[in-house]
């Protein structure tokens, strides 16, 4: 049996990014919630959100480079 570790450490990656967000908004907007209001919840989702839109357009831009540069090895 073999071992692929490079898809193991990107599988890796990609839960503790999953993990992180769902701690984020999950247990971060409950708190909100609980202590200031569901207004307040609200606020703080957007903002959350809105802090999530520059990494988000990094991620997608570091793909596209990816995604380019794999495909000018193969030719």
């Known amino acids: 049996m ?3 570790l ?3 450490a990107s599988q890796t990656n990609v839960r503790l990014g999953i993990g992180a967000l769902v701690l984020l ?3 971060g907007l409950a708190l ?3 202590i200031y209001g569901p207004s307040a919840a609200v606020a ?3 903002c959350m959100l809105g802090g999530l ?3 988000a ?5 570091l793909y596209g480079i990816d995604w380019i540069v794999k495909r000018a090895r193969t030719k």
Do not use: N
Not at 57 to 61: E, G, T, V
């Open 53 to 55: 839109v520059p990494i």
């Open 44 to 46: 703080g989702l957007l």
């Open 2 to 4: 073999k071992r692929d």
């Open 32 to 34: 909100i919630y609980f």
């Open 6 to 8: 490079r898809k193991f």
């Open 25 to 27: 908004f999950g247990v």
């Open 57 to 61: 357009l990094i991620l997608a831009w």
